[in-house]
């Protein structure tokens, strides 16, 4: 089996991404340092693939780590998580966002020049388009200053990259725009696991329908948008994690350098509201909320052009938005110890 470097890899996508290399005949490796994932999601792992999955506990800024990592192990290729991701929080501290994400990057791309791996899938945003002028994004849309300090850490990021294979490194790069993951592994072994306050919407979501949130706060109602709330374009874990797989793969036949990036998402945008309302209807709950103010760095509406990807790398997302709202019900009901009726 071909080994593939997981960064993140506890995390929420990187876990769901292990899976989904499983199944497709890989063996992953996973480093993580836990400090946005619990190990528990490697229990959740083995449950699911009745394998004991290898993990280094540490963090990808340490260059010592990394080498051992490259040399106990023979790579065909690496897909790179490991980030800090709260938009919000970026705003407040962007000297710790600037500095672990590019920084982490940074060691992965010398060590994998050291060790002679050529093939890498970068987990990049939506966000590198900031509010677009035009939808849905395409893969051509100009790239635009970013609306937070997280954002702007992907764009540097993707840079890099491009420099680098400009330079004519010997890198075989893909970079895959998210746009926003929900959902969980229709086992519910394994799901979004945010520690501490939520800061995504489907989490806080589905902590509000168990009553772990007492209400949920919208983030302002007067966007020019159908019923003034923020409209995204709203992705399964699943099929974000069999991107990931389409796009190691992909690499395999070209040859380095190479540098591409391609949009994930459904290709369809849905509001805030709606996102409670189709909530509402597959768990049976009504949820409690609140219309706040707006957020500091959110976008007002995004959704993908899936053109590109669907053509070039044979990938479509399969799952949708009941689909997804349905699995991350279950996974939080996992979690609090009850089962889906």
């Not at 004519?168 to 979004?192: D, Q, T, V, W």
């Not at 389409?246 to 591409?260: C, E, Q, R, W």
């Not at 959704?303 to 279950?330: C, P, Q, V, Y």
Request: aromatic share 10%; net charge negative.
């Amino acid at each position: 089996m071909e080994k593939i470097l997981i960064t993140g890899g506890a995390g929420y996508i990187g876990s769901h991404t292990a899976v989904a290399l499983y199944e497709a005949g890989y063996q992953p490796i996973i480093i993580d340092d836990f400090s946005n994932s619990e190990k528990s999601a490697l229990d959740g792992l083995k449950k699911i693939t009745g394998k004991e999955t290898p993990c280094y506990e540490g963090d990808c800024n340490d260059v010592i780590l990394m080498d051992k990592i490259f040399t106990e192990n023979q790579l065909s290729g690496v897909i790179h998580f490991a980030a800090f991701k709260a938009v919000g929080e970026s705003t407040q501290l962007p000297i710790k966002y600037y500095k672990n994400n590019i920084n982490s990057l940074l060691v992965l791309l010398e060590t994998m020049e050291k060790h002679g791996v050529e093939n890498l899938v970068f987990s990049s945003s939506c966000t590198v388009y900031g509010q677009p002028d035009q939808l849905p994004v395409k893969e051509i849309t100009p790239r635009k200053d970013a609306e937070s300090p997280y954002g702007n850490t992907k764009k540097i990021c993707e840079d890099i990259l491009s420099d680098q294979v400009k330079s004519k490194a010997r890198l075989s790069a893909i970079a895959l725009r998210y746009f926003n993951p929900i959902g969980a592994h229709a086992s519910s072994h394994i799901g979004e696991l945010p520690i501490g306050v939520p800061s995504n919407l489907v989490p806080f979501v589905t902590q509000t329908g168990a009553g772990i949130r007492k209400e949920l706060t919208v983030f302002g109602n007067d966007y020019d948008t159908p019923d003034g709330t923020c409209v995204r374009d709203y992705i399964h874990v699943m099929d974000l994690a069999e991107a990931h797989v389409k796009a190691i793969t992909y690499l395999k036949d070209k040859k380095s350098p190479f540098y591409d990036w391609f949009n994930v998402g459904t290709g369809k945008g849905n509001t805030v509201l709606e996102v409670i309302e189709t909530f509402e209807k597959v768990s049976g709950k009504p949820l409690n909320y609140t219309v706040g103010p707006r957020r500091p760095g959110d976008v007002v509406k995004v959704w993908a052009d899936t053109e590109k990807i669907n053509h070039e790398l044979g990938w479509t997302a399969r799952f949708n938005l009941e689909d997804a709202l349905r699995d991350s019900w279950n996974w939080q009901l996992n979690l609090s110890g009850n089962s889906s009726s």
